[in-house]
């Protein structure tokens, strides 16, 4: 089993940046895939961002592709999204997720376990 707890969330302007990261405890953090997603107001959650265990495989929603990087560490147990010229639409709680099952579509892996979120506001 493992924690996840979300940090870096904030207020930014439109065209700014953030980076959140998601620290997890356990020691098999290395054997699972890592995700990101997010639930606006009024919407369902979505996905953002995943990477493989090993780190060397990334997938992202069309929506953020070129603009978000998700990354991770696995001697230190994190994961990170760097979020880059933020749209307002942008706005939501995000989520960090873990899995180890792979599935068909996209993201390619069913996640297991969440953090609490953290709220990204973009707005002017």
């Known amino acids: 089993q493992v924690q996840l707890v979300e940090s870096g969330g904030g207020l930014v302007l439109p065209g700014g940046s953030l980076r959140l990261s998601c620290a997890a405890s356990?020691?098999?953090?290395?054997?699972?895939?890592m995700g990101w997603f997010r639930q606006a107001p009024g919407k369902d959650r979505e996905f953002v961002a995943a990477?493989?265990?090993?780190?060397?495989?990334?997938y992202y929603a069309d929506s953020v592709r070129g603009r978000f990087t998700i990354s991770r560490d696995n001697a230190k147990n994190m994961v990170w999204l760097q979020m880059n010229s933020l749209k307002p639409e942008d706005t939501a709680v995000y989520y960090c997720?873990?899995?180890?099952?792979?599935?068909?579509?996209?993201?390619?892996?069913?996640?297991?376990?969440w953090g609490q979120g953290t709220q990204v506001t973009v707005s002017s």
């Open positions: 997720a873990a899995g180890t099952t792979v599935v068909v579509g996209m993201p390619p892996y069913e996640f297991d376990y």
């Open positions: 356990g020691r098999t953090f290395s054997r699972y895939a």
């Open positions: 990477i493989n265990s090993g780190g060397g495989s990334t």
